[in-house]
Nanobody
Framework: QVQLVESGGGLVQPGGSLRLSCAQS????????MGWYRQAPGKQRELVAR??????????DSVKGRFTISRGSRGGAENMVWLQMNSLKPEDTAVYYC??????????WGRGTQVTVSS
């Protein structure tokens, strides 16, 4: 069974930074895709950024130049993904979800972590 646990959300002032972490436990040794999505109140869930097993990345235009995604290992398996968020704006306020896709195309989601950007 695959579990994803996000951490690192919180309240930050505009222009500030946060670093989100996602720890994956379970049967996926090295996922095909690892990424972050977000959902603001009244809006659909949207892709923020994702990183493939080979290291290539993809991100939303709204976060280019501000957010950086990376992935790494802990305990031998490549099971961590991070999202460094800089120059945060109020419109970045949302619940951020970790997403992992395995090589069979199965998608897994974390429960989400709240990010609030407000003065």
């Amino acid at each position: 069974q695959v579990q994803l646990v996000e951490s690192g959300g919180g309240l930050v002032q505009p222009g500030g930074s946060l670093r989100l972490s996602c720890a994956q436990s379970g049967s996926i040794y090295s996922a095909y895709l690892m990424g972050w999505y977000r959902q603001a109140p009244g809006k659909q869930r949207e892709l923020v950024a994702r990183i493939a097993s080979g290291g290539s990345t993809d991100c939303a235009d709204s976060v280019k130049g501000r957010f950086t995604i990376s992935r790494g290992s802990r305990g031998g398996a490549e099971n961590m993904v991070w999202l460094q968020m800089n120059s945060l704006k109020p419109e970045d306020t949302a619940v951020y979800y970790c997403n992992v896709v395995d090589w069979s195309g199965n998608a897994y989601w974390g429960r989400g972590t709240q990010v609030t950007v407000s003065s």
